[in-house]
C-alpha cells in the first residue's frame, strides 16, 4: 500500500484480515531471509530501530545496527529471537546502516552476508562466519573485494556451487555504479542516475563465490530479466522491472529468481534456466502489504513452500517498522506460482 494511506488504514480490522502474524513481537524485523538447517528453520533478518529522524526514501529514519537470528523447530512452532548475532561496532570496516542480510552454511561453518554503509558513505557487503546457525558471528576485516549495493542472498546450487545476488535503487545506491565506479554526485537525492522511462531498467547482479565463501571469484554480472518476447523490462516498468530484495530458489529444475518493485511494492519472479539467467518474468509471489517496503525470502519446508515476508501491521505504521510473518505459497503444475494477497 502506498505510503501517503497508512494514516486512513484501521489497523485493527487490518490485522484480523491479515493472512499471518508478526513471528516476533519483542523487537521489530525485517527482510526475512530463511532457511533450513539440520531440521531446523532459521530466519536472518535485518533489525527495525526508529532513529528518530523523518521518513526519507534514503532509510534515515532507521537505526539498523545490529542483527538477530530467529529459529523454529517446525512451521507452526514459537519462533525464538537468539539475541544479537552481530553489531555493527564488531565490523571493522562498517559504520552505519546494517540492511537486509542473509546467510548460508558450509562444511559445518554459517556465513552471514550483509550490506553496510563503510565510513566514506559507499554501501559494501560483508561476511561474518560462525560454528553455530545462530552466531555469535566474526565479521572479516574486510568487505567482499567488488562488492557495492545492498541486498546479498546467497545460492547454493546442486552441485555445490555458491552463489550471490545482489543490489538495490534508491538508497542502495546501485544506480551510482551505471558507469563502473560510485558516482557521489548529489547524495540527497536516492533517485538521482536512474535511467529514464524508456531505456532499459537498471539489472540486480550475481557472481559465483570463492570456495571460502569469502570473496567473489568473478566480476559481477547483470542478470537479465525479459519478457515473453525476450526484450529487456524497461526502467518505466515499475511493476514488474528489479527494484531491490534478490532471491533465487530452484523448483523442478528450474530457477526461480524473485524480487521487490520497491516502490509500487510487489514481490515479483521470474523463471531461467540456470544461475545466471536470462529469467523470464512470469508474474507475481506477494501482492502490496502495509509499509513502505516489500523483502522477502523463498523456502521450502517439509516438502512444502513457504514465503517469509514483511510488513508494518504490528507498529500500526509508525515509521514503518515492519516485522517478519511467513506464508504458504504453492507452485501450479505449470511452475507458475499463485500470487498471495496478505489481507483477506
Known amino acids: 500500500m502506498p505510503e501517503a494511506s497508512i ?55 532507521f537505526a539498523m545496527e545490529d542483527y538477530h537470528v530467529i529459529s523454529m523447530d517446525s512451521i507452526d512452532s514459537e519462533a525464538i529471537d537468539h539475541g544479537v548475532a552481530l553489531h555493527v561496532n564488531d ?33 559494501r557487503i560483508g561476511v561474518a562466519t560462525s560454528k553455530s546457525p545462530t552466531g555469535p558471528f566474526t565479521a572479516q576485516p574486510e568487505a567482499i573485494k567488488g562488492s557495492f549495493s545492498i541486498d546479498p542472498a546467497v545460492f547454493k546450487d546442486d552441485d555445490g556451487s555458491y552463489y550471490m545476488y545482489f543490489g538495490g535503487l534508491w538508497g542502495g545506491q546501485l544506480q551510482r555504479w551505471k558507469s563502473g565506479e560510485f558516482n557521489g554526485e548529489y547524495p540527497e537525492s536516492p533517485t538521482a542516475f536512474l535511467p529514464e522511462g524508456n531505456e532499459k531498467a537498471l539489472l540486480p547482479l550475481v557472481a559465483k563465490m570463492t570456495d571460502d565463501l569469502l570473496e567473489f571469484s568473478e566480476k559481477p554480472r547483470g542478470i537479465e530479466i525479459v519478457d515473453k518476447n525476450g526484450d529487456l523490462l524497461l526502467a518505466k516498468d515499475n511493476e514488474r522491472r528489479f527494484f531491490e530484495a534478490a532471491w533465487l530458489h530452484k523448483y ?30 512470469d508474474g507475481r509471489i506477494l501482492n502490496p502489504v502495509v509499509g513502505w517496503t516489500s523483502h522477502h525470502s523463498v523456502c ?16 500500526k505504521g509508525v515509521t514503518h517498522l515492519r516485522s517478519v510473518k511467513v506464508a504458504e505459497i504453492t507452485h501450479r503444475e505449470d511452475g507458475s506460482i499463485e500470487t498471495l494477497n496478505p489481507y483477506k
Open 91 to 123: 565490523v571493522p570496516w562498517a559504520k552505519e546502516q546494517m540492511w537486509a542480510p542473509d546467510a548460508n552454511e558450509k562444511d559445518g561453518t554459517y556465513y552471514l552476508f550483509f550490506p553496510a554503509k563503510a565510513y566514506d558513505g559507499i554501501f
Open 7 to 61: 494514516e486512513n488504514i484501521d489497523f485493527e480490522d487490518l490485522n484480523k484480515r491479515a493472512i499471518s502474524q508478526p513471528l516476533v513481537t519483542n523487537i521489530y524485523t525485517a527482510d526475512p531471509s530463511a532457511h533450513v538447517f539440520n531440521g531446523t528453520i532459521y530466519i536472518y533478518p535485518s533489525h527495525d530501530v526508529d532513529a528518530g529522524e523523518a521518513f526519507d526514501d534514503l532509510g534515515s529514519h
Open 300 to 315: 521450502e519446508v517439509d516438502g512444502k513452500w513457504y514465503l517469509f515476508y514483511h510488513d508494518s501491521s504490528l507498529s
Open 252 to 281: 523442478n529444475e528450474k530457477y526461480y529468481f524473485s524480487y521487490s518493485t520497491g516502490d509500487t511494492h510487489f514481490i515479483c519472479y521470474a523463471v531461467g534456466d540456470n544461475p545466471y539467467g536470462p529469467f523470464t518474468y
